[in-house]
């Protein structure tokens, strides 16, 4: 917008804001575990960016804060499956990791065939599957 009666003034405006980028981090492996019932593996995670904390959530113990580029390592975990979720100013983000046993009972063993990612289309999304 410019000043009628004065052409070379400008009218300006300006405002505060503050934004949390998103917490982001990475799986890195899993030291196997020697059986069911024993609690007796690891995982370790990096910090992409800064985390004032992670979660596992079936444990519901926090670790952290962290900074970007950390390796976090968590430990006394039984095999199976675990959602880690990572906080930076309220904003979360969560990362699913499957830690295997380190000899498996036949009847536990799998493979994953055809795995088809999730799509987005006009009119929605097209869930993926394996």
């Known amino acids: 917008m410019g000043n009628i009666l004065n052409p070379t003034c400008t009218v300006s405006g300006a405002t505060t804001f503050t934004y949390n980028p998103e917490s982001i981090f990475v799986f890195e492996y899993a030291d196997t575990f020697s059986g069911c019932l024993q609690a007796d593996g690891k995982l370790t995670i990096r910090a992409i960016t800064d985390l004032e904390f992670i979660r596992i959530d079936t444990t519901g113990v926090l670790h952290g804060p962290f900074v970007a580029g950390?390796?976090?390592?968590?430990?006394?975990?039984?095999s199976g499956t675990y959602t880690v979720v990572g906080d930076l100013g309220s904003c979360l983000n969560s990362l699913g990791i499957f830690v295997r046993l380190a000899s498996p009972p036949s009847a536990l063993e799998f493979q994953i065939d055809d795995i088809v990612?999730?799509?987005?289309?006009?009119n929605g999304k097209i869930p993926g599957s394996f």
């Open 117 to 122: 990612g999730e799509a987005c289309t006009e």
């Open 70 to 78: 950390e390796l976090i390592e968590i430990s006394n975990l039984n």
